[in-house]
């Protein structure tokens, strides 16, 4: 079956996995309650000038911003903007001049209610490219708000930034049930055989 029509109508899960100070990546984890996504692609042309006309043009994407609105664990929030609790007391961390977040993997499962579909789609090399943020603090509110996270999703080891499967046209279960807890490129890879 190949699916035509997608149109998404909620988002049912995110996850996102760390780069361990090792160079591995740990186990992906909940990121939280996503209420946005948003990506758009940076793109860099190339043209073919005839005087001061443009003959030829080739644009490539060469990144996706991604824009992020949620709530988000904790930890995960530690983790995204690199805070530490290095020399400090049990329970206080920090942020300073010399804080870099942990660089990630973000998964996102989106759902099509009207079809009964559900899309996985995955970011594999994502840095934060918004700096710190604090959630906004507002007293007495009837909706508690949400915490916009912005980063970059930059080419893995083959190429590519960005992957989806619509999970009524895959066909191997393990790479629906692990697309959250161990995305990967040898995930999604096809696997000739002899």
């Given at each position: 079956?190949?699916?035509?029509?997608?149109?998404?109508?909620?988002?049912?899960?995110?996850?996102?996995?760390?780069?361990?100070?090792?160079?591995t990546?740990?186990?992906?984890?909940?990121?939280?309650?996503?209420?946005?996504?948003?990506?758009?692609?940076?793109?860099?042309?190339?043209?073919?000038?005839?005087?001061?006309?443009?003959?030829?043009?080739?644009?490539?994407?060469?990144?996706?911003?991604?824009?992020?609105?949620?709530?988000?664990?904790?930890?995960?929030?530690?983790?995204?903007?690199?805070?530490?609790?290095?020399?400090?007391?049990?329970?206080?961390?920090?942020?300073?001049i010399?804080?870099?977040?942990?660089?990630?993997?973000?998964?996102?499962?989106?759902?099509?209610?009207?079809?009964?579909?559900?899309?996985?789609?995955?970011?594999?090399?994502?840095?934060?490219s918004?700096?710190?943020?604090?959630?906004?603090?507002?007293?007495a509110?009837?909706?508690?708000?949400?915490?916009?996270?912005?980063?970059?999703?930059?080419?893995?080891?083959?190429?590519q930034?960005?992957?989806?499967?619509?999970?009524?046209?895959?066909?191997?279960?393990?790479?629906?049930?692990?697309?959250?807890?161990?995305?990967?490129?040898?995930?999604?890879?096809?696997?000739?055989?002899?």
């Open positions: 079956m190949t699916v035509t029509v997608f149109d998404t109508t909620d988002i049912s899960h995110a996850g996102i996995r760390f780069k361990q100070s090792d160079g990546y740990g186990e992906g984890t909940d990121f939280g309650l996503v209420g946005t996504m948003e990506g758009e692609g940076e793109v860099q042309s190339v043209q073919k000038m005839q005087g001061a006309r443009i003959i030829k043009q080739k644009s490539k994407t060469t990144k996706i911003a991604v824009t992020v609105s949620g709530h988000i664990p904790v930890q995960v929030a530690r983790d995204y903007f690199g805070m530490t609790n290095e020399k400090l007391k049990a329970g206080v961390y920090s942020a300073g010399n804080t870099l977040g942990k660089d990630f993997i973000f998964t996102v499962t989106a759902v099509d209610d009207f079809e009964g579909n559900k899309k996985l789609m995955a970011f594999p090399n994502c840095s934060n918004g700096g710190f943020k604090i959630t906004p603090l507002e007293a509110v009837e909706e508690v708000a949400m915490l916009e996270l912005t980063f970059d999703s930059l080419p893995d080891s083959a190429d930034f960005y992957y989806e499967a619509i999970v009524a046209d895959t066909t191997d279960p393990t790479l629906v049930e692990q697309w959250h807890t161990n995305f990967s490129r040898e995930l999604v890879e096809l696997v000739e055989t002899v």
